[in-house]
């Protein structure tokens, strides 16, 4: 299954939701009357996909609509969200088919956070299975030393994928424990270490400053670290992830996201109000539980998944 049909299978509860609902609109108001927009501008608040950008959608419609009586809602609102996720965002910069940012010299050290459930561990490993699918050698820490049976979860993810794992015991340091991590990858001369933290409230302030002591621990050893703070939301809490992005953000200067769970959510559209607002790249989006399913995340492939029916 290539890439673009990944999207569209895993995307179609939010996509068979918005067809539906906008297909019904056109059919009752082939015109597109006052009414309709409104109908159409609930519509899309309905995917999360933001308030502005929902209404820039109505309103080139509505614009189109003045003009010609042949619109093609899809077609717009594609145009649009390819538009706002390719600013400041999409798949990384070119030469890196990762999306990630990548150090001059190795190791790239790679931080991931979020709140709990979100799938921070699983991301992890994903991430370094796609990493080696590359070329790259990938070493994973273990720095949830709170959550019961999160090493031992690495762990498993960790011979499933062929990374090593290096991790301490449940109570300890986490900060020392990343510490110990990076000291191994360098001298081992690994390309990536991939960090797995524990889940945190981001409105608790002393888990923070715990991933603000991890930070500077890195530094320590190497002073460019950590050279991304990935963000590992879920898409089915819908606009809650913004929440979370927004205080996360604030204070930990994320580099980029991990969006989890688009598959099983009608609220895909919140990758959507994210980007516009954060103007955080979405690096990755996780479409499965297979170790193959975190892709590198595509605008317009996104796009055309999101709105690929037509009025046709």
């Known amino acids: 299954m290539n890439l673009f049909q990944k999207f569209r299978d895993r995307l179609g509860k939010t996509s068979a939701k918005l067809a ?60 649009e969200i390819i538009h706002e996720l390719s600013v400041d965002g999409g798949g990384g910069p070119p030469g890196h088919p990762s999306g990630l940012i990548k150090a001059p010299q190795p190791p790239t050290v790679v931080l991931l956070a979020g709140v709990n459930g979100t799938g921070k561990t699983t991301s992890t490993a994903k991430l370094a299975h796609c990493l080696k699918g590359q070329g790259n050698t990938v070493l994973l820490a273990a720095c949830d030393t709170f959550r019961a049976a999160a090493i031992e979860q690495l762990k498993i993810w960790g011979d499933r994928v062929g990374c090593d794992v290096i991790a301490g015991q449940y109570g300890a340091d986490s900060a020392a424990v990343a510490f110990d991590a990076l000291e191994a990858t360098m001298k081992r001369g690994v390309d990536y270490l991939l960090i797995d933290t524990a889940g945190r409230l981001h409105t608790k302030k002393n888990l923070m400053e715990e991933m603000k002591k991890m930070h500077r621990s890195l530094q320590k050893r190497l002073p460019t670290a950590p050279h991304e703070v990935l963000l590992v939301l879920d898409a089915t809490t ?75």
Do not use: C, Y
Request: charged share 25%.
């Open 20 to 79: 539906a609902e906008i297909k019904q609109i056109v059919a009752n108001a082939p015109q597109l009357d006052d009414d309709a927009f409104e109908e159409l501008e609930a519509a899309l608040i309905g995917t999360d996909i933001g308030v502005t950008t929902a209404l820039r959608i109505v309103e080139q419609t509505r614009e189109l609509a003045r003009r010609s009586a042949d619109v093609d809602v899809f077609a717009i609102a594609r145009d």
């Open 238 to 312: 819908g606009s809650n992830a913004l929440v979370q992005a927004r205080e996360f953000h604030q204070a930990l200067g994320v580099t980029g996201l991990i969006v989890n769970k688009l598959d099983g959510t009608s609220k895909g559209g919140i990758v959507v109000a994210i980007a516009r607002e954060l103007r955080i790249p979405i690096k990755f989006i996780g479409l499965g539980e297979q170790a193959d399913d975190l892709q590198p995340f595509d605008p317009k492939q996104f796009a055309e998944a999101l709105f690929g029916e037509t009025t046709g």
